[in-house]
């Protein structure tokens, strides 16, 4: 039992709906491992592909990464019953000989071929991978346990900005989000204060709406956000600062009274330990987002959540950035907070199936999902698997990102 062939190819990938928009040529890598196992007469093959946000990982795959697995020995990669393969052993024939430190991007190229075996141990097993990886970790959870979600956009649209971000959020709405995160740091605060209003104009509530700074400030400007930002209120203000800047962190939650989200620009266990240690966070009130793909892969973000817990954050201070279905079975198996969607934009990885984006929506699919999202929830059940063939209809979004390969 062992992985036999490997595909990677670098696919573009755009912050917004309408993708003549420049989006800083983003990429993103996806990753095909065929194994010599065989269900109805086909090889079982995993699908990954490197997250959201930090470009494809081609060389790190192909040069590195993926020859390893192919290069495993017979048996070398399959668990001790002799059942499966087994993603942690998987995992440690990756970073044999890598030194610690020096996580870079290493740390994505890894998390995409991760996903990508996590993705064929639970189709070897049979069951959708909420299920298994659920199964592994002795959760036990009900047959229509549900996911909170919320809707994740709001970038800065180069012309014409509020009205085509009042558009948005009035379309994130009616497809039955509750709950929108919208992007700032990329103005002038005052220009995004009234961004800010502009979509609150529009939200039932302050509590519903949620702001990413994307890293952007520096400290003097994050503490001049902080204290702009406070009267209104939001759910959360994500992003702050450089996401290494544990001084600038901190000093913005002593004074900060509502949730602050951090951890989704931090993609190792060593760095957890630090936000944790020196960032000022409070663990009853503040979100991490470190993203299941991104921190080494879902075997990297487990060890992540295991300490975190230990060091007292509940389980529901997790919401992943990432805005897919991966991280959708990873909050659902693991009982976290709750997950980012990205229903407008990261076509075709974004949202939770070819039903979310407005120009696929027909009329019974757009009906049907606003019922099943009213308060932020989405049932995970109906999901065959997070690339399965048996559903289709629910992953075609994610699967025709895969098809060229
Ligand atoms: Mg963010």
Redesign the pocket.
């Known amino acids: 039992m062992r992985f036999v062939r490997f595909h990677e190819r670098a696919v573009p990938i755009s912050r917004y709906s309408d993708p003549s928009i420049p989006s800083g040529r983003l990429t993103t890598s996806i990753v095909a491992l065929t194994t010599d196992v065989t269900r109805e007469g086909k090889p079982v093959v995993g699908y990954g592909f490197s997250s959201i946000g930090r470009f494809a990982q081609s060389g790190l795959i192909r040069e590195r990464f993926a020859p390893r697995l192919m290069n495993a020995t017979d048996g070398a990669l399959v668990n001790a019953s002799g059942t499966n393969l087994d993603p942690f052993c998987a995992w440690n024939l990756m970073m044999r000989g890598e030194k610690a430190g020096g996580h870079g991007e290493r740390c994505v190229a890894v998390g995409t071929l991760d996903m990508a075996v996590w993705d064929v141990v639970a189709k070897i097993e049979g069951l959708p991978l909420y299920q298994y990886l659920a199964n592994r970790a002795g959760v036990v959870r009900p047959s229509t346990a549900r996911v909170a979600t919320y809707a994740s956009g709001g970038y800065l649209y180069p012309s014409d900005d509020l009205a085509r971000l009042s558009d948005e959020i009035r379309a994130l709405l009616d497809d039955g989000y509750t709950h929108v995160k919208m992007r700032i740091g990329s103005s002038p605060l005052s220009v995004d204060i009234k961004r800010i209003e502009s979509a609150l104009a529009l939200m039932p509530s302050a509590n519903y709406l949620s702001v990413?700074a994307?890293n952007a400030y520096d400290p003097e400007q994050s503490v001049a956000a902080a204290a702009a930002l406070a009267p209104y209120r939001l759910w959360w203000f994500?992003?702050i600062c450089d996401p290494l800047d544990f001084e600038t962190l901190s000093t913005v939650a002593a004074s900060y009274p509502g949730r602050i989200?951090a951890g989704?620009a931090l993609f190792s266990l060593a760095e957890a330990r630090l936000l944790n240690r020196y960032g000022g966070l409070r663990p009853e009130r503040d979100i991490l987002?470190f993203d299941p793909a991104h921190c080494y892969g879902l075997t990297g973000y487990l060890r992540i959540v295991e300490e975190l817990r230990r060091c007292g954050w509940n389980g529901t201070a997790f919401w992943p950035?990432g805005g897919h279905l991966f991280t959708l079975h990873v909050v659902s198996a693991l009982g976290l907070g709750g997950c980012e969607m990205n229903p407008m934009s990261f076509h075709p990885f974004g949202g939770l199936s070819d039903g979310m984006g407005p120009p696929m929506v027909t009329p019974h699919r757009q009906k049907h999902l606003a019922s099943v999202l009213k308060q932020r929830r989405c049932c995970t059940d109906s999901f065959a698997s997070f690339t399965s063939d048996a559903a289709p209809a629910e992953t075609a979004v994610c699967m025709s990102g895969f098809e060229a390969i």
């Open positions: 990413d994307m994500e992003d989200a989704e987002q950035h």
